[in-house]
């Protein structure tokens, strides 16, 4: 598995892994269609994507204008194998390199994907209208996982 920048070209496949995933599911199927992706692609943001072999099996896709995650999701057949991890890594390293201070991201309570942002040093910064958790860090609390290239060697 290797980490990669995400270009237009593989907008499909990464709405093929977002649409797979078992939590943190689209109520509203509408709200987040490929155009989204690559606007985000092609304005202040960018993208990575995990790829084993020839086959994208994670992305995450952050905005540089708002610093926030817009979205990080792992195949389910390929999810605890530091695929998150690696990507959340690269996205961070971006924005802070770029002047992010302070960067958010919301998800689902009581969900795995809270469990993985917790963990990885994220503090919980209130609850959205929606009912999902918003989580901060910022550049002087985030720490890149030392092992991680350990893990993907």
Do not use: C, K
Not at 53 to 78: M, Y
């Amino acid at each position: 598995m290797h980490v990669r920048i995400a270009t237009a070209a593989d907008v499909d496949a990464m709405h093929r892994v977002r649409t797979r995933v078992r939590e943190n599911r689209l109520t509203d199927p509408a709200r987040v269609q490929p155009h989204h992706y690559r606007a985000l692609l092609a304005g202040g943001g960018r993208g990575w994507v995990a790829v084993e072999g020839e086959r994208v099996v994670g992305f995450a896709v952050v905005d540089r204008a708002r610093s926030s995650v817009w979205a990080l999701f792992v195949d389910p057949d390929h999810e605890r194998h530091g695929i998150g991890r690696a990507l959340h890594d690269a996205a961070l390293a971006w924005l802070f390199a770029g002047g992010a201070e302070r960067v958010w991201l919301t998800t689902d309570p009581g969900t795995r994907a809270e469990r993985f942002y917790r963990a990885a040093g994220w503090q919980r910064a209130g609850t959205e209208r929606n009912g999902e958790i918003r989580f901060e860090t910022s550049r002087e609390d985030w720490r890149p996982d030392p092992l991680l290239h350990l893990r993907r060697a």
